[in-house]
C-alpha cells in the first residue's frame, strides 16, 4: 500500500508539473513548445512504468503471502504426521515390553516345570529303591524261613540218629537205666523243642514285624509318592494350559507387532514423500522468492534510470526557464503567470523552489550548499563538511578452562560446547565392551544420562560419538551413536563414564570464564557536498520503500 500511494503522489505531482509547464510555454515562443513536448512525454512514461512496478510487487507480495501459508499448512501436517509416528512408536514399544513380559514368564512357568519334573523323577526313582529294598526284605525273609526249615530238618535227623544211637544203647543196658534214660531223654528232648520253639517264635515274631514295618512304610512312600505325582501332573497340566494361552497371546501380540511394523513403515514412507515433497515446495517457493527479487531488483534498477532521466530533464527545464525569464527581463516582456515570476516559482505543492539551481520536482536545496545549473555553468560547485565520529564498543570473551582425567585406555577427547556432541576414543589396542556403560553430563543444575545398549562397544585405537537428536548426524553404530535427547549445556559442565559396576572410568570438565573488554577511537571524515541533492521529494521516498519491500 506505500508503494501504491508513493506511485500515487509521484503521479500527481507529474499531473501538476505538466499544468505548470504548459501555463509557462503559453507565453513563449515556438521554439519553446518543442521542448515542453518532451517532458510531458517523459512524465507519461514514468507514471506507467511506475504502475507497472507497483502492480508487480503487489501481486507478487500476495503471491508470497499464499505460498507462505501453504508452507506453514505442510509445516503443521508434517508435525501432525511425526505426532501420530511417536504415538504409533510408543503403542509398538508398549507392545515390546508386554511382549518381554510375556516371555519372561513363559520362562519362568518352563523352569517351574522342569523343577516339578526333576521332583517326579526322583520320586519315582525312590519309589524304585523302596520296592527294592521290599524285595530284598521279602528275599531274606525266604531265605530265612528256608534256613529255618533247613535247620529243622538237620535237627530232625540228629534226633533221628540220636534216637536210634540211645535206642540201641537202651537194648544194651538194664530195662531200670533205659527207663531212667527215656525219660532222662524225653525230658531233654522237650526242654530242647520248648528251647527251639521259644526261639523259633521269637524270630518269627520279629521278622513279621519287621516285615510289616517296612510295608507300611513301603505303602506309606507310595501314597505319598502318588500324591506328590498327582499334584505334579495337575500342576503340569496348568502349566501346559497357562503355556497354551501365553502361546496364543504371544502369537496375537506378534500379529499385532507385525501390523504395527506394516503401519510403522507405511507412515514412515508417508512421512518420507512428505519431507520430499514438502522440501520440493518449499525449494520451489525460494526460487520463486528469489526470482522475485530480481525481478524487483530489475524493476527499481529501471526505476532508478528513469529517476536520473527526470531529475536531467528537470534541471534542463529550470535551465531553459532561467533563459527565458532572463530574455523576458531584456525584452521588458511581462509573464502571463503574474509578477514575481523572474525571482521564483511556486509548485502545486507548496514547497519554493530555486531559479538558479532548484528542480520542478519538489525537492528543496539547503541552504548550506551550492546550486548548479549544468549547461549555463559548466562546472560543479563541491564544499566538504568535516565530521567527527566517535566509536566505542565493549567486547566481551568467552574463555574455557578443560580439565580431563581417565583410569583406563577408555577417554573423553571432546565435549561439544553448544551440547551437539560427546566423544570418546580408545587409546589402548582391545576392544572394550560398553554394555550397561552409562555416560552423564551434568550441565548447571540440569543431569541428563545415556546407557549404552547390549553389544556396544568400541575397537582398539578407535572413536566413538554420542549425538544429540538435533545434530541431524544419522545413527550408525559402533562409532555413530544417536540418543533420543539434546545434551545440557551451561557455564560449567561435567561429563563422567561410568561402567557396569558404577564405577568412574574418565571425566570431562569444562569451565566458562567471561572477560569484558571496552575500545573507544574517534574517526573524522570529509564528505563531499555536490550543487544539488535529492531531498524527501516522492522519488527518494519510492525508492526507500521498495528497499524496505524487498529487504
Same mark, same amino acid.
Given at each position: 500500500m506505500e508503494v501504491i500511494r508513493t506511485a500515487t503522489m509521484t503521479g500527481?505531482?507529474?499531473?501538476?508539473?505538466?499544468?505548470?509547464?504548459?501555463?509557462?510555454?503559453?507565453?513563449s515562443s515556438s521554439a519553446s513548445s518543442r521542448h515542453e513536448n518532451s517532458p510531458s512525454l517523459s512524465a507519461q512514461t514514468e507514471n506507467t512504468s511506475n504502475l507497472i512496478a507497483t502492480t508487480k510487487a503487489f501481486g507478487?507480495?500476495?503471491?508470497?503471502?499464499?505460498?507462505?501459508?501453504?508452507?506453514?499448512?505442510?509445516?503443521?501436517?508434517?508435525?501432525?504426521?511425526?505426532?501420530?509416528?511417536?504415538?504409533?512408536n510408543g503403542k509398538y514399544n508398549q507392545a515390546l515390553a508386554d511382549r518381554k513380559k510375556f516371555e519372561d514368564q513363559v520362562k519362568e512357568l518352563t523352569l517351574e516345570n522342569d523343577r516339578l519334573r526333576r521332583q517326579l523323577d526322583d520320586l519315582r526313582k525312590q519309589l524304585?529303591?523302596?520296592?527294592?529294598?521290599?524285595?530284598?526284605?521279602?528275599?531274606?525273609?525266604?531265605?530265612l524261613r528256608e534256613e529255618l526249615a533247613f535247620k529243622d530238618q538237620v535237627h530232625s535227623q540228629e534226633l533221628t540218629e540220636t534216637r536210634s544211637r540211645r535206642q540201641i544203647e537202651i537194648s544194651e543196658i538194664d530195662g531200670r537205666l533205659s527207663r531212667q534214660y527215656e525219660a532222662k531223654l524225653q525230658q531233654s528232648l522237650q526242654e530242647l523243642r520248648d528251647q527251639y520253639e521259644s526261639q523259633m517264635r521269637v524270630n518269627r515274631e520279629e521278622i513279621e514285624q519287621l516285615y510289616d514295618n517296612e510295608i507300611q512304610n513301603l505303602k506309606a512312600a507310595v501314597s505319598r509318592a502318588a500324591q506328590g505325582s498327582a499334584?505334579?501332573?495337575?500342576?503340569?497340566?496348568?502349566?501346559r494350559t497357562k503355556i497354551d494361552g501365553l502361546n496364543g497371546k504371544l502369537q496375537d501380540l506378534e500379529t499385532t507387532n507385525s501390523g504395527l511394523n506394516a503401519c510403522i513403515r507405511e507412515l514412515e514412507n508417508l512421512l518420507d514423500t512428505e519431507k520430499q515433497s514438502h522440501n520440493q515446495y518449499i525449494a520451489s517457493l525460494e526460487a520463486e522468492l528469489q526470482r522475485m527479487r530480481d525481478e524487483m531488483a530489475h524493476q527499481l534498477q529501471e526505476y532508478q534510470d528513469l529517476m536520473d532521466i527526470k531529475v536531467s530533464l528537470d534541471l534542463e527545464i529550470a535551465a531553459y526557464d532561467k533563459l527565458l525569464c532572463?530574455?523576458?527581463?531584456?525584452?521588458?516582456?511581462?509573464?502571463?503567470?503574474?509578477?514575481?515570476?523572474?525571482?521564483?516559482?511556486?509548485?502545486?505543492?507548496?514547497?519554493?523552489?530555486?531559479?538558479?539551481?532548484?528542480?520542478?520536482?519538489?525537492?528543496?536545496?539547503?541552504?548550506?550548499?551550492?546550486?548548479?545549473t549544468p549547461g549555463i555553468s559548466g562546472s560543479t560547485a563541491v564544499k566538504r563538511r568535516r565530521t567527527v565520529i566517535d566509536e566505542s564498543e565493549d567486547r566481551t570473551l568467552s574463555e574455557y578452562s578443560v580439565n580431563a582425567g581417565a583410569k583406563g585406555d577408555l577417554e573423553i577427547i571432546e565435549a561439544d560446547v553448544e551440547g551437539r556432541f560427546i566423544k570418546l576414543h580408545n587409546k589402548g589396542t582391545e576392544e572394550i565392551s560398553l554394555t550397561g556403560w552409562q555416560l552423564t553430563r551434568i550441565a548447571g543444575d540440569e543431569e541428563l544420562a545415556f546407557k549404552f545398549s547390549r553389544g556396544s562397544k568400541v575397537l582398539g585405537g578407535a572413536s566413538v560419538t554420542i549425538w544429540s537428536v538435533d545434530a541431524g548426524t544419522a545413527h550408525d553404530p559402533p562409532n555413530n551413536l544417536v540418543m533420543k535427547k539434546k545434551w545440557p549445556v551451561a557455564n560449567s559442565m561435567r561429563s563422567?563414564?561410568?561402567?557396569?559396576?558404577?564405577?568412574?572410568?574418565?571425566?570431562?570438565?569444562?569451565?566458562?570464564?567471561?572477560?569484558?573488554?571496552?575500545? #573507544?577511537?574517534?574517526? /573524522?571524515? &570529509?564528505?563531499? !557536498?555536490?550543487?544539488?541533492? +535529492?531531498? #524527501?521529494?516522492?522519488? /527518494?521516498? &519510492?525508492?526507500? !520503500?521498495?528497499?524496505?519491500? +524487498?529487504?
Amino acid at each position: 500500500m506505500e508503494v501504491i500511494r508513493t506511485a500515487t503522489m509521484t503521479g500527481t505531482t507529474c499531473k501538476h508539473k505538466r499544468s505548470g509547464s504548459s501555463s509557462s510555454s503559453g507565453s513563449s515562443s515556438s521554439a519553446s513548445s518543442r521542448h515542453e513536448n518532451s517532458p510531458s512525454l517523459s512524465a507519461q512514461t514514468e507514471n506507467t512504468s511506475n504502475l507497472i512496478a507497483t502492480t508487480k510487487a503487489f501481486g507478487g507480495q500476495n503471491e508470497i503471502e499464499k505460498k507462505t501459508k501453504e508452507a506453514n499448512v505442510a509445516e503443521n501436517n508434517a508435525r501432525l504426521y511425526e505426532s501420530r509416528y511417536n504415538e504409533v512408536n510408543g503403542k509398538y514399544n508398549q507392545a515390546l515390553a508386554d511382549r518381554k513380559k510375556f516371555e519372561d514368564q513363559v520362562k519362568e512357568l518352563t523352569l517351574e516345570n522342569d523343577r516339578l519334573r526333576r521332583q517326579l523323577d526322583d520320586l519315582r526313582k525312590q519309589l524304585e529303591a523302596e520296592t527294592l529294598a521290599r524285595v530284598d526284605l521279602e528275599n531274606q525273609n525266604q531265605s530265612l524261613r528256608e534256613e529255618l526249615a533247613f535247620k529243622d530238618q538237620v535237627h530232625s535227623q540228629e534226633l533221628t540218629e540220636t534216637r536210634s544211637r540211645r535206642q540201641i544203647e537202651i537194648s544194651e543196658i538194664d530195662g531200670r537205666l533205659s527207663r531212667q534214660y527215656e525219660a532222662k531223654l524225653q525230658q531233654s528232648l522237650q526242654e530242647l523243642r520248648d528251647q527251639y520253639e521259644s526261639q523259633m517264635r521269637v524270630n518269627r515274631e520279629e521278622i513279621e514285624q519287621l516285615y510289616d514295618n517296612e510295608i507300611q512304610n513301603l505303602k506309606a512312600a507310595v501314597s505319598r509318592a502318588a500324591q506328590g505325582s498327582a499334584h505334579a501332573t495337575e500342576e503340569v497340566r496348568l502349566m501346559r494350559t497357562k503355556i497354551d494361552g501365553l502361546n496364543g497371546k504371544l502369537q496375537d501380540l506378534e500379529t499385532t507387532n507385525s501390523g504395527l511394523n506394516a503401519c510403522i513403515r507405511e507412515l514412515e514412507n508417508l512421512l518420507d514423500t512428505e519431507k520430499q515433497s514438502h522440501n520440493q515446495y518449499i525449494a520451489s517457493l525460494e526460487a520463486e522468492l528469489q526470482r522475485m527479487r530480481d525481478e524487483m531488483a530489475h524493476q527499481l534498477q529501471e526505476y532508478q534510470d528513469l529517476m536520473d532521466i527526470k531529475v536531467s530533464l528537470d534541471l534542463e527545464i529550470a535551465a531553459y526557464d532561467k533563459l527565458l525569464c532572463g530574455e523576458e527581463r531584456r525584452l521588458n516582456i511581462e509573464s502571463p503567470g503574474g509578477p514575481g515570476t523572474d525571482s521564483g516559482i511556486s509548485s502545486s505543492n507548496g514547497t519554493h523552489l530555486s531559479a538558479s539551481g532548484g528542480s520542478r520536482s519538489g525537492r528543496v536545496t539547503p541552504s548550506n550548499r551550492r546550486s548548479a545549473t549544468p549547461g549555463i555553468s559548466g562546472s560543479t560547485a563541491v564544499k566538504r563538511r568535516r565530521t567527527v565520529i566517535d566509536e566505542s564498543e565493549d567486547r566481551t570473551l568467552s574463555e574455557y578452562s578443560v580439565n580431563a582425567g581417565a583410569k583406563g585406555d577408555l577417554e573423553i577427547i571432546e565435549a561439544d560446547v553448544e551440547g551437539r556432541f560427546i566423544k570418546l576414543h580408545n587409546k589402548g589396542t582391545e576392544e572394550i565392551s560398553l554394555t550397561g556403560w552409562q555416560l552423564t553430563r551434568i550441565a548447571g543444575d540440569e543431569e541428563l544420562a545415556f546407557k549404552f545398549s547390549r553389544g556396544s562397544k568400541v575397537l582398539g585405537g578407535a572413536s566413538v560419538t554420542i549425538w544429540s537428536v538435533d545434530a541431524g548426524t544419522a545413527h550408525d553404530p559402533p562409532n555413530n551413536l544417536v540418543m533420543k535427547k539434546k545434551w545440557p549445556v551451561a557455564n560449567s559442565m561435567r561429563s563422567v563414564l561410568a561402567n557396569a559396576d558404577k564405577e568412574d572410568v574418565t571425566s570431562y570438565d569444562r569451565v566458562r570464564a567471561n572477560v569484558s573488554s571496552h575500545v #573507544s577511537r574517534h574517526r /573524522s571524515s &570529509g564528505t563531499p !557536498s555536490t550543487g544539488f541533492t +535529492l531531498g #524527501s521529494g516522492a522519488g /527518494s521516498t &519510492g525508492v526507500r !520503500s521498495l528497499f524496505s519491500l +524487498l529487504f
